[in-house]
Structure formats: structure tokens, C-alpha cells
């Protein structure tokens, strides 16, 4: 988690870091701070809350220099204070550090450096860092850039976790450097003056020039020149990128929330997740970015899907549309688990990891894990050029566009769109007919429409909303497909208002959780028409029977549900495969009309960031 800005040019430096912090603040925002070399020394500005508030006391007090470093905060070690926000300056006061990860041997060396009269300001892990840089730097007999970078390889190697950091020292006026082990950084490279982030997302405006830091290396970063230096301490070669498509910025046009803006974004978002993939004569998908032959995709005999939350929701509804289209066993693997555990994988199996952001740390941990035991890995990534994008062997691109909401809404329902279309290549190389392919080309089209009329039940959806807004607990059950997005639904409800919220398979129900039920604990029921309707509705029963309220999420015009649930809240039909895609979207609403009758925080809920950079 935390973003990093750096920039060295010859320009003002103080609104260049705030305005890219700010494109960053998805990674995390329980504070934020910049250290700028002024030609006398170093200057620092920290602020626990959001970026508004750093560009608040910045304001107060500007700072002139044009090279500093900047940091927006997800809090691992130590409450979100000022003291605890970054930058972080060692001993001498001289060299300032701002990092993203985690030092997990922090107590170790921070009791080491207090034996020797080391003092700390905060509770950071992050600080010891700067203490042992410092230490090094005082300890080196290099001279220039190079005593620099000598402190910070040194020192890292003391370290035991992840970091992508950024350091300067008031002794070198003109140098940044950075290091990166396990968290991202890019280099922005532009004409006199040049950038370091975790994210190309917050260089957009100023460069699409990049070069990825790969694992290991260390950046030393002037206006006019920079070079990388491979973990040995040889300077080595790289390659300057020019990012397309990839990164635009977005705002939030006549939507109140970023999140509102998505989830009504999803009818386009879908059209391009499709867009030039549907082959109508072969009935089948066109996935270029697989890096896979037909033979070798006929290969396969299982599939592991990883991923977190959403993305991970995403793939257990991928694992019903690739099993029933191609009949290629699926598990679903929480990424945090697998990469730990010991679960055996058969061979010819494929990998698939998950993720909107491209980043998530225990999605790439896994991978890595994955690709270490000999296994093909794809990556099914919205952000372009993100480390899991760029280190699976192939993949699928979302094309979903900027997702600035913490809530993940429009990339869940391009990740499942990907899935039927995955399955529906591997059917077609399989046992899948031509004329059931047809009919779900046929039905994706259709699907943007579906979507559209989806998505004009919003006022109902949000009537419903102030009537269970001051719930204190909900469930949310749905059977097969629809059982993840139940887990959806209720990630959803937690995450944005607070709510104690839980996704079951309806038939669990009477295995305990219908002790939870009372008049004041609110379920949501999705019964939509499929094979287990008549099952759904027994448990509509037994939910009744106990006083529990019902909000049913069922097809228009369903009198049969009408007539017996508290609520409703409507979707279209179409192939039963891509229904969960519809079914979702008024479970995002809800979530969203609840959040906002609440007055939480929709976009910035609290504890959480965007993008899970540690562990
Ligand atoms: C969903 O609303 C969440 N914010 C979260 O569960 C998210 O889906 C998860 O952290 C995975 O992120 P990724 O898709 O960027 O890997």
C-alpha cells in the first residue's frame, strides 16, 4: 500500500508531488507528506488524513525547491498521526525517506540502533530504515551519488520485507534514489526533469515515458539523466516505454462518487471487455493475449484462479461459466492462502491470477509461487503494465478503464465477462457446440443493453436502501453462480457502510446461520429464475416463517416473489451464464444507496486503499 511521488527538474516541486500524490491516494489515505531540498536544507510537511490536508498546510506554508519526495499513507505501523506520516529523516536530520511495504524485522533493528543512541519520532517501521540509510551514509567512504546509493544498498540489506522507497539527502542537492524490493516503482522520464512513482497512474499529465524498476534495483535520479543499478552494483541497461491507453485520468463528471460513476460506467466497461474478442463465425472467443497455442489450451485439464475479494468473487462465478462451458475442472484459491500452503496442484494445470490493480501483494505472491513450481500463469489485469500484467506469461487486458473507488464495481463484471469468454473459447475447443456458443455470442451482445435497464431501477434500488439503512447485520445468500455474488453483495455492504454483512449458499441457511435471523436482520435473496429457483424459494419460507425481512432479488415482473418478500429489487433476464453479471448490479446500488443514506465515506471507506501493496 502508500504511494510515492518523487521529482527532481526545474520546476516548483510542491505542487508537481501534491497534485500526483493525489492521483494516488487509491493506494492509501490515513496521511500524507513531502520533504522538498530548499538550497539550504530540507523542508517537511506531514499531515495525518487525506491529501487535502498536506495541500492545506502546504498552503499555509509553501515550500520552494524543485526536487522532493512525497507519500501518501495506508498505516501498517503505528496509528495515522502526524508523527507517523512520512517522510521519515534519520539521526542527522539530513536525509529524508519515504517507503511502501514492510519491514518485518523492524523491533530487531530498532533495538540494535537504540543501543547506540539512536532516537525515534514514530512508531513506523519505516523510520528505522532511515535511521540505518543515515548510519550507512555516514559510515561510507564514496564520495558524491555514489555514498548515497552504497547507504542505501547496505542498508536494505539489513531488511527482512518489501519496499519501494525514495531518499534524498540535503548533503546532494540535485539526486533522488530509489530502491525497490517487492513493492512497484516507475521511473517517469521527461525532458529536464524526471519522476519516480508506484504507479504510472500518477506521472499521467507530465510523462507517458517510463522504465518499470525491476525487483532489486536501485534508481539514481537527476533533471537530466538517470541510471539504474542491478542489485550487484553494475549499472544496467533498461528500456524506456511509451505507455498507450493505460492511463488516463478520470473525474467524476455529474456523479456524486466515483463508485456511482462506475457502476453506471459497466454497460461500456462490459462493450470493451468484448470488444474485438467475439468470433461469430467460429462461435467462439479471440483471445490474443494468452501466449497460448489451440494445442496447448487443449491441454489443459484443471484451472487455479487467484486472486483477493472482488477478484476473487469474480473467479468463483469464472469457475461455474468455465466448468458448464468447457467442462475443465476449477478451483478457486484465495491468493494469501495458496502462496503459504501446501495444497498440491495436478499437472497440466493453468493458472489464472486476478486482479483489477495489477499490484495486490498476495496475488503476485502467489503467482510467483505459482510460476516457481513450473506452472503457466495468465493474468486477467485492468491496469496495463502493472507487475502481475507484466510478469504472468500471458493474459486478458479489461480495458474497464480507471477504477478509482475503493469499492471494486465495473472491473467485477469485466472479470467475469472475461471468464465466459475464456470458457467459451475452451468449450469451443472442446465439446461446446456451435450453436451454444452462438447463443451466448449472442447474449454478451445483447448484454450492455441488459445492463442499461439494469441500471435504470436505481431509484428503486435506493427507496430500498433508506428503508434497511439503519440495519445493524445482513445476509446475503444466492445458490451456484449467484453464490458469490452473494459474498460480493455482502463485501460490498461491509466495506462501504459499515454494516455487518454475510454471503451464504441459500441451502446453508438451515446448516446455522438461520439463528441469525429476526425481524431486524435483513436478507437479501437472489432468485433470479434458474434451476434452483423453487429451492430459493423454500428458503424465502423458512426466512419468513422466522419473521426474518426479505429483500428478493428476482426478474422483472416475478408476481410469484412479489408476493411474498419485504423487498425487490429487479434485473432483466438473459443466458443464465452471464446472468450473476446483472445480478450484481443492484447489490452494488444497494450497497451504494446505503453508504450514501449513512453518510459514510463512499469512495475513501475507512481502513481500507484501493490497492493492497503488502501482505
Ligand atoms: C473490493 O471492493 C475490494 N476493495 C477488494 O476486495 C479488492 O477487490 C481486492 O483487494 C483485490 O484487488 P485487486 O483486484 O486490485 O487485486
New binding site residues.
Given amino acids: 500500500m502508500c504511494g510515492i511521488v518523487a521529482y527532481v527538474g526545474s520546476r516548483s516541486a510542491q505542487p508537481i508531488l501534491l497534485d500526483a500524490l493525489n492521483r494516488l491516494e487509491y493506494r492509501g489515505y490515513d496521511s500524507a507528506g513531502l520533504a522538498i531540498l530548499n538550497g539550504k536544507g530540507l523542508e517537511v510537511r506531514k499531515k495525518s488524513g487525506r491529501i487535502l490536508e498536506l495541500a492545506k498546510a502546504c498552503e499555509a506554508h509553501p515550500v520552494q525547491g524543485n526536487l522532493g519526495i512525497s507519500h501518501t499513507r495506508w498505516a501498517t505501523h503505528g496509528a495515522a498521526t502526524d508523527q507517523n506520516a512520512h517522510p521519515h529523516l534519520d539521526s542527522s536530520g539530513r536525509l529524508a525517506l519515504v517507503h511502501n511495504g514492510v519491514i518485518e524485522n523492524y523491533l530487531e533493528l530498532k533495538s540494535q540502533l537504540s543501543k547506540t543512541g539512536h532516537r525515534f519520532a514514530s512508531e513506523t517501521d519505516t523510520e528505522i530504515l532511515a535511521h540505518l540509510i543515515g548510519e550507512a551514509f555516514q559510515a561510507s567512504k564514496e564520495k558524491g551519488e555514489a555514498r548515497l546509493i552504497e547507504a542505501v544498498r547496505n542498508a536494505i540489506a539489513r531488511i527482512h520485507g518489501t519496499l519501494g522507497i525514495a531518499v534524498i539527502h540535503a548533503d546532494l542537492p540535485g539526486l533522488v534514489v530509489g530502491a525497490r524490493r517487492g513493492s512497484p516503482l516507475v521511473i517517469g522520464v521527461g525532458q529536464g526533469e524526471n519522476f519516480l512513482a508506484s504507479d504510472i497512474q500518477a506521472l499521467a499529465p507530465y510523462t507517458n515515458r517510463v522504465v518499470i524498476l525491476q525487483d532489486q534495483e536501485i534508481v539514481s535520479l537527476h533533471a537530466d539523466r538517470f541510471d539504474i543499478i542491478a542489485p550487484l552494483g553494475a549499472k544496467t541497461n533498461f528500456k524506456v516505454e511509451k505507455i498507450e491507453n493505460g492511463v488516463t485520468h478520470s473525474d467524476k463528471g455529474s456523479h456524486p462518487h466515483y463508485m456511482l460513476k462506475e457502476i453506471f460506467e459497466q454497460p461500456s466497461s462490459i462493450l470493451n471487455a468484448f470488444r474485438g474478442r467475439l468470433d461469430s463465425d467460429g462461435a467462439t472467443a479471440k483471445l490474443g493475449g494468452l501466449n497460448l497455442t489451440s494445442e496447448q489450451l487443449r491441454k489443459i485439464e484443471r484451472i487455479c484462479v487467484l486472486?483477493?475479494?472482488?477478484?476473487?468473487?469474480s473467479g468463483m462465478v469464472g469457475k461455474y461459466l468455465i466448468e458448464s462451458l468447457a467442462k475443465i475442472p476449477v478451483e478457486t484459491q484465495h491468493?494469501s492462502e495458496f502462496r503459504y500452503g501446501d495444497s498440491p496442484v495436478s499437472a497440466h494445470t493453468l493458472f489464472l491470477a486476478?486482479?483489477?490493480?495489477?499490484?495486490?501483494a498476495?496475488?503476485l505472491g502467489a503467482l510467483r509461487e505459482a510460476k516457481r513450481r513450473g506452472y503457466t500463469c495468465l493474468g486477467i489485469?485492468?491496469?496495463v503494465a502493472s507487475t502481475?500484467a507484466r510478469e504472468s506469461d500471458g493474459g486478458v487486458y479489461m480495458h474497464a478503464g480507471p477504477e478509482i473507488?475503493?469499492?471494486?464495481?465495473k472491473?467485477?463484471t469485466s472479470?467475469v465477462t472475461i471468464f465466459a469468454l475464456l470458457g467459451l473459447l475452451l468449450g469451443r475447443l472442446r465439446s461446446l457446440s456451435a450453436s451454444h456458443g452462438a447463443e451466448l455470442l449472442e447474449a454478451l451482445t445483447h448484454l450492455p443493453h441488459k445492463i442499461e435497464e439494469t441500471l435504470k431501477h436505481s431509484d428503486k434500488v435506493a427507496q430500498v436502501a433508506q428503508k434497511y439503512a439503519a440495519t445493524r447485520s445482513m445476509l446475503f445468500l444466492g445458490r451456484l453462480a449467484n453464490f458469490p455474488i452473494a459474498l460480493?453483495g455482502a463485501?460490498?455492504m461491509k466495506?462501504?457502510t459499515y454494516i455487518h454483512a454475510e454471503g451464504y449458499p441459500s441451502a446453508e441457511l438451515k446448516h446455522g446461520v438461520i439463528a441469525l435471523i429476526d425481524k431486524d436482520t435483513p436478507t437479501v435473496l437472489i432468485a433470479t429464475q434458474d434451476g434452483v429457483y423453487e429451492k430459493n424459494l423454500g428458503s424465502l419460507q423458512e426466512i419468513k416463517a422466522r419473521g426474518g425481512p426479505v429483500i428478493a432479488l428476482a426478474h422483472e415482473g416475478d408476481k410469484k416473489i412479489m408476493g411474498l418478500a419485504d423487498a425487490l429489487l429487479e434485473v432483466p433476464q438473459t443466458h443464465r451464464l452471464l446472468q450473476p453479471i446483472l445480478n450484481v448490479i443492484p447489490l452494488q446500488l444497494l450497497s451504494y444507496h446505503m453508504a450514501v443514506a449513512l453518510g459514510r465515506d463512499v469512495d475513501k471507506p475507512r481502513n481500507?486503499?484501493?490497492?493492497?501493496t503488502v501482505e
Avoid at 307 to 313: D, F, V
Avoid at 354 to 360: L, Y
Avoid at 405 to 409: E, L, N, Y
Wanted: hydrophobic share 35%; glycine share 10%; aromatic share 2%.
Fill in positions: 486472486g483477493c475479494g472482488t477478484a476473487l468473487h491468493a486476478v486482479s483489477q490493480s495489477g499490484e495486490t498476495d496475488t489485469c485492468n491496469n502481475i473507488g475503493v469499492a471494486a464495481t472491473s467485477f472479470q460480493e463485501l460490498k466495506e462501504i481500507l486503499a484501493k490497492s493492497v
